[in-house]
């Protein structure tokens, strides 16, 4: 090999080292919150409302700087926090993570909840690098007290929808709520839309419709239902996104470039949050710093 390969394989090497470092030391643990104006899907003309989307928590103890960040949040001037599922991050932690997002439903603020996979199931071992090649591997590990789970957030004022339809009332106005299980598991065993589909008496000035993983069909669902605003997590963004490139996995069926934020599916309002955490077995970010949304809405 010559000097000036050496030389290039030498740099290489070191820059993928610092490039691992960062993701690994810096970037997981750098926490933001994302604003965002979204108008149009509020009916009747009322406005704003303004709701706090989090999601992907995968808490473990030991990680009380997230838990730091999700308490910051409580003093935002929110009228509903969602939590779109992954709360937990392996067994024991269900006291942890409804914990974590107690002070977000303080002064009696109404808090929302779908499950993720990981709220049910513990993670699987499996190499790092799997999730880039691997992003379609399902896999369930030991179960989870997902009853635990949505006891102790139902004590914190959260309401979980597993399979239904809830309307509650915020500051900002009327909201009905449409959200099943996590699709993640079996994509192909999702509900019939009338399940989620607000009865006569629970119209709102927000139609929302929930669920952790944003299979397309699974958002088909949530649209055939009449929802016009769709909250979803479960992507990590990409969790690894190449600058110019962007998201290089999904995790699911959904299109790359809406793997991330705002985008429309069938004329709704999606918004897919990149999260705040990652499995165990991958805790690593790049060019996605994880996240928490303040959404703000308009008629």
């Known amino acids: 090999m010559s000097a000036t390969a050496r030389r290039a394989l030498l740099g290489a090497t070191v820059t993928g080292l610092g490039c691992v470092a960062y993701g690994t030391l810096v970037e997981r643990r750098w926490y933001r919150l994302s604003r965002l104006r979204v108008e149009g899907v509020l009916r009747g003309g009322r406005g704003p409302l303004r709701i706090l989307h989090v999601t992907d928590l995968h808490l473990l103890p030991g990680q009380a700087h997230r838990v730091a960040f999700l308490?910051?949040?409580a003093d935002l001037d929110h009228d509903l926090v969602?939590?779109?599922g992954d709360l937990l991050g392996g067994p024991d932690a269900e006291?942890?993570?409804?914990?974590?997002?107690?002070?977000l439903t303080s002064r009696g603020r109404p808090g929302l909840v779908v499950l993720?996979?990981?709220?049910?199931?513990?993670p699987v071992f499996k190499a790092p690098w799997s999730y880039l090649t691997q992003p379609d591997r399902r896999s369930r590990g030991v179960p989870l007290d997902t009853q635990r789970l949505v006891d102790r957030l139902h004590g914190y004022g959260y309401r979980t929808l597993r399979?239904?339809?809830?309307?509650?009332?915020?500051?900002?106005?009327?909201?009905?709520a449409g959200g099943f299980d996590d699709p993640h598991l079996d994509p192909t065993n999702?509900?019939?839309?009338a399940v989620v589909t607000p009865r006569p008496g629970q119209e709102a000035d927000l139609h929302l419709g929930l669920v952790h993983a944003p299979y397309l069909g699974a958002l088909d669902v949530l649209a055939d239902a009449g929802h016009d605003l769709l909250l979803a997590g479960h992507t990590h963004g990409g969790q690894v996104r190449l600058p110019g490139v962007g998201a290089l996995v999904a995790n699911c069926d959904l299109p790359l470039q809406q793997a991330r934020g705002l985008s429309t599916h069938r004329g709704r309002v999606l918004h897919v949050s990149a999260g705040l955490g990652h499995s165990?077995?991958?805790?690593?970010?790049?060019a996605c710093r994880p996240e928490a949304t303040l959404l703000e809405l308009t008629g």
Request: proline residues 13%.
């Open 71 to 73: 308490h910051d949040l």
């Open 82 to 84: 969602v939590a779109t």
């Open 95 to 103: 006291d942890l993570a409804a914990a974590a997002l107690a002070p």
């Open 116 to 122: 993720g996979s990981n709220d049910m199931f513990g």
């Open 163 to 176: 399979g239904e339809v809830l309307r509650v009332e915020t500051p900002g106005g009327s909201v009905a």
């Open 190 to 193: 999702l509900p019939s839309p």
């Open 280 to 286: 165990p077995y991958a805790p690593f970010r790049f």
